[in-house]
């Protein structure tokens, strides 16, 4: 899988504030989600693939160009969706469009026919003609992708795109996305604060907290690290619990079921021994598998936790 992205110990400070603290990761192609709370660093991290301003320390690859030295074209390559409107609201949508891709390079008769065609993948064709001032909120966030699309770009980022929306335009916009990255080929970057729409829009993801990177990797492998193991007994739950406990594992009890923390292998191979030596009935042990907000929450939980 080819890498869009890579960071290694980049730092960026506004003043006595540290935005960004030495992030290092790498981002492949197909959508990956920039997670993390609001002031840990996203936005930042955004403006620095834009090249828009250069990293104190550290080194940054965007679509294997240094955004610092070569902005102009790195710029030309990536499509950019803010998280604030501006907009002008007497402007008509493809004017605006078209106008931006302009912007970009491309010939006025180009612009107008990618225009037209960014405009109809964003599910506005119809609509095409209206000032943007009247349309809503959803509306002119499907303008904004628009926009960012008309030109072609390799990389797209997207800065909280579904801010504002109300529970079916943000349907609609993840499913866009979704689409935007599997039928259209552009890789996404999708930096967001709510770790749901991260989990089922992308296939990678990688979370800050505080300017740090805390975790990275494709979805699954985020999951699967911090699964555990669940057990269902046919009685004996505690005296099973107590006796994995002394195998070292954090284990919960809810009834007939435990949950064992921990890589679910070594819970199985302990789960199994105590069941035989104690004579526990084992109905059922399968490896769990864990949300992302499990994951999130592990992550910041030991990165701001003192050695």
Known sequence: MATVVRAAGVV??????VALAGASFDVGSGVTGLLGSNGAGKTTLLGLV?????????TLEVLGLDPTAAGPRVRERLGYVPEHEALPPDVRAHDLVRHLAEVHGLPRRDATARASDALWHVGLGEERHRQVGTMSTGQRQ????????????ALLLLDEPTNGLDPLQREEMLALIRRIGTELGIDVVLSSH?????????????????????ASGTIASLRSGTAGLVVDVDGGADLL??????????VTVDGLRLVVAGPPDVGADAVRDVAAASGVGLRRVQARTASLEEVFLAADEAFRSPV
Do not use: F, Q, Y
């Open 50 to 58: 834009l090249g828009l301003h250069p990293p104190d320390e550290g």
């Open 241 to 250: 619990a107590e006796g994995v406990r002394t195998r070292g594992l954090e």
């Open 12 to 17: 960026k400070r506004w003043g006595p504030t």
């Open 142 to 153: 499907r303008v904004k992708l628009a926009a960012a699309l008309a030109h072609d770009p």
């Open 194 to 214: 709510l770790l749901e729409e991260v989990e089922r829009t992308c296939d990678a993801a990688v979370i800050l907290s505080g300017g740090t990177v805390v």
